[in-house]
């Protein structure tokens, strides 16, 4: 028997109340509605020890260094236990937030040189990226009108204007370093017109997928 067709991995990114966890669910039901087996998981976590760094890197003070070799850590365990096994048995696997969340973050947030990220990124995945990650991109004004109404915030969300100013600014550094990998969405949108967006952009990812197989 031949081996399956390897599987395509998609993330979703951008700053906390950008919206890209409003459509998570939606996404992977479309895809699956396309007879695809989608495996769905996030970061940090995907992973029972995931989830517990998870608990830690949202609630307690730490050092950025040490904030983002724990990123690694989890992240390092999700791609050994989770993302590679099912991407080589053929499925598709979406995440919430990879390791362009890691430079924007701990690299435009915080201030992190990237140059340090890229080394950790090189040891941990250096041969994996995603085939497709969606941006989703609204103003400042707009995330925190939409954090405040939604949900008790975490350390991150509860971080100051300038940090998230940049951290959506190293977002938009990644589409223009990459644009063949970013689809940038505009989220200040309709959910109705978002959707319509992401149908056609994942229709054209799967008919892609099915020529390249």
């Known amino acids: 028997m031949s081996a399956p067709v390897r599987?395509?991995?998609?993330?979703?990114?951008g700053v906390d109340g950008a919206g890209k966890s409003t459509h998570l669910d939606w996404?992977?039901?479309?895809?699956?509605?396309?007879?695809?087996?989608?495996?769905?998981?996030?970061?940090?976590?995907?992973?029972?020890?995931g989830e517990r760094l998870r608990d830690l890197l949202l609630s307690e003070p730490m050092r950025l260094e040490t904030e983002c070799l724990l990123m690694f850590a989890g992240r390092s365990e999700h791609i050994r236990t989770v993302i590679e096994p099912a991407?080589?048995?053929?499925?598709?696997?979406v995440c919430d937030r990879f390791t362009d969340a890691t430079y924007a973050y701990q690299g435009g947030g915080r201030g992190l040189p990237a140059e340090r990220i890229a080394v950790l990124e090189q040891w941990v995945h250096g041969g994996l990226q995603p085939d497709l990650t969606c941006l989703f991109d609204v103003p400042l004004e707009v995330a925190r009108e939409r954090l405040g109404r939604t949900r008790v915030l975490d350390r991150f969300e509860r971080e100051d204007d300038a940090f998230f100013e940049r951290t959506r600014a190293a977002y938009h550094a990644r589409v223009q370093a990459d644009p063949a990998r970013f689809h940038l969405i505009d989220s200040t949108r309709s959910i109705e017109a978002i959707r319509t967006e992401l149908a056609g952009l994942l229709h054209a990812c799967v008919a892609g997928a099915g020529e390249r197989s």
């Open 27 to 49: 996404l992977v039901a479309e895809l699956r509605s396309l007879g695809l087996e989608v495996v769905q998981t996030r970061e940090p976590g995907g992973t029972p020890l």
């Open 87 to 93: 991407l080589a048995a053929g499925r598709w696997v």
């Open 7 to 13: 599987g395509r991995f998609i993330t979703l990114e």
